[in-house]
C-alpha cells in the first residue's frame, strides 16, 4: 500500500470528489472514516489529505488565547456549517444565556465571493516563498477549483455580519447548556450522553451526524473548573462515547488556567489539536516578518491531528496560518508557509511553541 | 524468527533470538511516548511478533485509549488479523474505554475499579489452557488513562501496577505499558513514572528529534535494555538510539543518516 503523501496527489483528488450521497454535509475518508467540514474552508482543505474536515468519532480541542477570543470565531464557523446541513447540536457555555450566542452564529454568504482570486493575487506578492516551492502553492489551487461547486455543499462561507436565521436553530434539535453553575459535569455527561445515544453508529446506516461545542471547558467562572480529575474523567468518557458514534465533539478550553501536567493529559486525550493565539497590534518586528500582518487578527496552529484507525503521523509542511477576517466578514487562513523539509539531514523547521516563535523560525528557513 | 524480517527495534528489544521462550517473558518494557510523537506504533509492533505464527502467546490487552476496531484496522495493514486472533483465543480484548470508578467513596471505589480489573486479568489467565499459561503478554494502553479512571488516585494505580507486576513473575508473564512522558516532566516529585520505569526491564522512549518534526523522519526511538542477570554471558545495559517512520504497513527504522 502506498506510504501516506503528505502533499495532495491525484489519490486525494478522487477521495474529495466523492461524497457520501446518503447523508448531506458528510464525506467518506480514507481508514473506514467519514467526516464533516469544519465549516472553514480553508482549515477543511488543509485536512484534505485526511479526508477533508473532522472525522466523525473524533475530539477535537482548542487551546485558547487569554488574550483573545479567536477560538470563538472557530466555534461559530463549526456550529453553524453544522446547523445548515441539519446536523443536530449540542453547545455548552460558561455563559449565562448561552442560548443567546446562537444569534451570533455566522449566516452562508448569499453573493459568491469571489475569495480565490483575492487569495490567488494576495499569495503571490505577500508570502515571501522561494521559487522553487511556488509549484506546491500553485499544486492546491486547481484542486480547490475545480470543485468548488460539490464545496458549497459540504462547506459554506460564512459570512460573520449576517447573523444565521432563526428558523436553522429553533426548527431542529438544538440544545444549550449552561455549565457556569451545576456543582459538577455530571449533567453536562448527561446531555452528552443522550445526544450521543442518537447518533450511534451502526455500520450501513446513514443516520445524521451530530455535534457537540463545549466552549471554555475549565473556565474559571464555573464550579468544576478546580476539580482536575472530574474534568479528566469527563473528557475520557466523553471521547469513548463519541467514538462510537457519528459525532464530533469540539472543546475549547484556556491552557493558562490549568497545570502543565493536566494541560499534557487534555492535549494527549484530543484527536486533534488546535491553538489560537494573538497577534500584538502595533508590532514592528512582526510587520516585518508577516505579510499582510495588518489584516491579521490572531494564529491558529495544528498540533496534532486525529489518526483514527491508523498509526501513520501527519506531519504536514505548514503547521500555522493567519486568522484574517476579510472584509470584517469571511474568516480567512493562510498558511505561513515554511521551507519544505529536507529529512535526509534531519533538519527541519522547529515544533511550533508559541505562534510568534514559529513564524519567525519560518523566515529563517526562507 | 525469521531474520529477514527483523529490524532495528526487534534486534534492540532482544527479539533476534529464537521465538521460543519468548525473549520477553518475565520481564516488564515500557513505551514513553510526548504529544509531539506518539508510541503506539511501538504497541502496535510488539502485538504483531507476540502473535506471530512461530509463537505460542497469548495476549491480554487492556484498552484505555481507543476501541478494538482502531487496532483491528492498524494490525490488518501490519499483516495480523485481531479478529482471527480473538476468535482462536490468542488476542483477549478488555475495552475500558468507559471505565469510570465511582467515586462517591472516593477512598474505596477508585481501589475497588481497580482491584477487578486485576482479578478478571489474573482470572483470565489462570482460565487458560495449561500450555498457554505460560505465555501470556498483559499489554496496557494507556498508563495516563488508568489513572484518570481512578480518578487521580495515583497510589491505587501504582499499586494495581504492583499487582500486575507481580504477575510477571508467578506465570512468567511479560507486561508491556505505554505511558505519556510529558505529563510528568514538570512535576516535582512524578511517582508513578519514575517507579515504572525503576520496574521496567526495557524502556522504549519515543521522541521528536532535536531539530523538530519531519516528513521523512518522525522521530527518534532510545531503547534501554537493562539485560537480565539469569542469562547466560548478557549483563549491564544496553542503549540504542535510532530514527523511525511510520508507515500504514510497517515502520522503517534506520540510524541517522543511513536510510536509503
Redesign the interface.
Known amino acids: 500500500?502506498a506510504?501516506?503523501k503528505?502533499r495532495l496527489s491525484s489519490f486525494s483528488r478522487n477521495l474529495s470528489a466523492v461524497s457520501s450521497s446518503q447523508t448531506p454535509g458528510v464525506k467518506c475518508g480514507p481508514?473506514?472514516t467519514m467526516f464533516v467540514s469544519s465549516g472553514i474552508a480553508d482549515l477543511d482543505r488543509y485536512f484534505e489529505i485526511l479526508g477533508g474536515g473532522f472525522p466523525l468519532g473524533s475530539l477535537v480541542m482548542v487551546m485558547e488565547d487569554a488574550e483573545a477570543p479567536h477560538h470563538m470565531l472557530l466555534l461559530r464557523n463549526f456550529m453553524s456549517q453544522g446547523l445548515v446541513h441539519g446536523q443536530p447540536l449540542l453547545y455548552a457555555s460558561p455563559s449565562k444565556d448561552p442560548r443567546g450566542f446562537l444569534g451570533t452564529l455566522p449566516s452562508p454568504a448569499s453573493l459568491k465571493h469571489d475569495k480565490s482570486r483575492d487569495r490567488e493575487s494576495e499569495q503571490e506578492k505577500g508570502l515571501r516563498i522561494a521559487w522553487q516551492y511556488k509549484k506546491y502553492m500553485g499544486e492546491n489551487q486547481p484542486n480547490f477549483d475545480s470543485h468548488r461547486d460539490n464545496k458549497q455543499d459540504y462547506c459554506n462561507e460564512f459570512d460573520f455580519r449576517k447573523p444565521l436565521e432563526r428558523h436553522y436553530f429553533t426548527r431542529q434539535r438544538v440544545n444549550c447548556v449552561g455549565i457556569q453553575h451545576s456543582k459538577n459535569l455530571a449533567a453536562l455527561q448527561e446531555h452528552c450522553a443522550s445526544f450521543l445515544a442518537q447518533h450511534q453508529r451502526n455500520d450501513g446506516s446513514s443516520a445524521l451526524a451530530g455535534r457537540i461545542a463545549i466552549q471554555s471547558l475549565c473556565a474559571p467562572q464555573c464550579e468544576h473548573s478546580n476539580m482536575?480529575?472530574?474534568m479528566?474523567?469527563f473528557i475520557?468518557?466523553l471521547?469513548?462515547?463519541v467514538?462510537?458514534s457519528n459525532a464530533v465533539v469540539v472543546i475549547t478550553f484556556p491552557p493558562s488556567l490549568l497545570?502543565?501536567?493536566s494541560t499534557?493529559?487534555w492535549?494527549?486525550m484530543a484527536d486533534t489539536?488546535l491553538s489560537v493565539a494573538a497577534i500584538p497590534d502595533e508590532d514592528k518586528e512582526l510587520a516585518k516578518l508577516l505579510s499582510g500582518y495588518q489584516d491579521m487578527v490572531g494564529l491558529l496552529n495544528v498540533?496534532?491531528v486525529a489518526?483514527?484507525?491508523?498509526?501513520?503521523?501527519l506531519?504536514l509542511?505548514a503547521t500555522t496560518f493567519s486568522i484574517k477576517l476579510q472584509k470584517c466578514r469571511f474568516l480567512v487562513l493562510e498558511c505561513l508557509n515554511q521551507a519544505?523539509?529536507?529529512?535526509?539531514?534531519?533538519?527541519?523547521?522547529?515544533?511550533s511553541g508559541s505562534c510568534s516563535g514559529s513564524s519567525k523560525a519560518g523566515t529563517v528557513d526562507f | 524468527m525469521e531474520n529477514q524480517y527483523l529490524n532495528l527495534l526487534d534486534r534492540a528489544l532482544g527479539l533476534d533470538g529464537p521465538s521460543e521462550p519468548w525473549p520477553l517473558s518475565g520481564r516488564v518494557v515500557l513505551i514513553e511516548d510526548c504529544?509531539?510523537?506518539?508510541g503506539?506504533?511501538v504497541l502496535?509492533q510488539l502485538v504483531k511478533r507476540s502473535l506471530s505464527p512461530t509463537s505460542s502467546n497469548v495476549i491480554i490487552f487492556v484498552a484505555?485509549a481507543?476501541?478494538f476496531?482502531?487496532y483491528d484496522?492498524?494490525l490488518r495493514?501490519l499483516g495480523c488479523n485481531l479478529v482471527t486472533q480473538r476468535d482462536n483465543k490468542r488476542f483477549i480484548f478488555f475495552d475500558m474505554?468507559?471505565l469510570?470508578c465511582p467515586d462517591v467513596d472516593k477512598g474505596k471505589s477508585s481501589e475497588g475499579g481497580l482491584v477487578l480489573l486485576y482479578e478478571k486479568i489474573l482470572k483470565t489467565i489462570c482460565g487458560l489452557p495449561g500450555d498457554k499459561k505460560d505465555y501470556v503478554t498483559i499489554m496496557m494502553d494507556d498508563i495516563?488513562?488508568v489513572e484518570?479512571?481512578a480518578?487521580?488516585g495515583s497510589d491505587y494505580v501504582l499499586d494495581f501496577l504492583h499487582y500486575c507486576h507481580s504477575l510477571t513473575s508467578e506465570f512468567d508473564c511479560s507486561l508491556i505499558m505505554l505511558n505519556?512522558e510529558?505529563?510528568?516532566s514538570?512535576?516535582e516529585r512524578p511517582t508513578l513514572i519514575l517507579q515504572m520505569e525503576y520496574l521496567a526491564d526495557i524502556l522504549v522512549k519515543a521522541e521528536?528529534?532535536s531539530?523538530?518534526?519531519?516528513?521523512?523522519?518522525?522521530g527518534q526511538l532510545t531503547v534501554l535494555n537493562k539485560g537480565t542477570s539469569h542469562r547466560l554471558g548478557s549483563s549491564g545495559n544496553k542503549i540504542h538510539n535510532f530514527?523511525y517512520k511510520?508507515?500504514?504497513?510497517s515502520v522503517e527504522y534506520f540510524y541517522?543518516?543511513s536510510?536509503v
Open positions: 500500500m506510504t501516506t503528505p481508514n473506514g482536575v480529575w472530574e479528566l474523567s475520557k468518557s471521547k469513548g462515547m467514538r462510537s497545570s502543565f501536567s499534557k493529559r492535549q494527549h489539536l498540533h496534532k489518526r483514527l484507525n491508523t498509526q501513520v503521523p506531519i509542511e519544505p523539509v529536507d529529512g535526509s539531514s534531519g533538519s527541519s523547521y522547529g515544533t | 504529544v509531539e510523537t506518539s503506539s506504533f502496535h484505555f481507543n476501541p476496531s482502531h484496522r492498524i495493514k474505554l468507559m469510570r495516563s488513562l484518570v479512571a480518578n487521580g505519556h510529558d505529563i510528568y514538570s512535576m521528536p528529534l531539530t523538530g518534526l519531519a516528513t521523512d523522519v518522525h530514527h511510520v508507515k500504514e504497513n541517522p543518516g536510510r
